[in-house]
């Protein structure tokens, strides 16, 4: 009998002992590794945002004209040495071009439109051009130059 009970004792001690020996489970998340990452990101984003304005490859000519204030991203139409029409990034035909406008102009005839033209393109390619949107009823058309320096 004693021994029995000295079986049974040890056994329920045994069992004791691997409770006390198991570790708790953490329900905390550790967040400086997520933080890292994500300022990581976020350089990587400031850094690389400004290089995907500009879509279309253009020779600007400069001027010595101050930047203009923008509130919001303007329609921007781009004509390459070539004479080939941008909206945006996207090639189209002068005959598409009103019909484009209208569709995603969000304030109408005042919507802001620049005209950005490569410094080697014709004159009157550039006047066609803005012809076309002005006789669409756009007012709030201006040309794209570059900042001269040599001043």
């Known amino acids: 009998m004693g021994m029995a009970v000295g079986q049974h004792g040890g056994a329920g001690r045994r069992r004791g002992r691997s409770v006390r020996r198991r570790h708790h489970l953490m329900t905390e998340i550790n967040?400086?590794?997520m933080v890292d990452v994500m300022l990581v990101l976020l350089i990587i984003f400031m850094v690389a945002a400004p290089l995907l304005t500009v879509g279309v490859p253009i020779d600007l000519p400069e001027t010595a004209a101050k930047q203009l204030d923008a509130d919001k991203e303007p329609i921007t139409i781009s004509i390459d040495t070539d004479g080939r029409i941008f909206l945006m990034e996207t090639e189209?035909?002068?005959e598409e071009l009103v019909p484009k406008l209208e569709a995603i102009a969000k304030a109408g005839e005042e919507e802001r439109i620049f005209v950005r033209g490569d410094r080697e393109i014709a004159y009157g390619t550039i006047m066609k051009?803005?012809?076309t949107i002005s006789a669409a009823g756009y007012k709030r058309v201006?040309?794209?130059t570059t900042l001269d320096n040599s001043n």
């Open 31 to 33: 967040v400086t590794p």
């Open 92 to 94: 189209i035909a002068i």
């Open 129 to 131: 051009v803005m012809g």
């Open 142 to 144: 201006g040309l794209v």
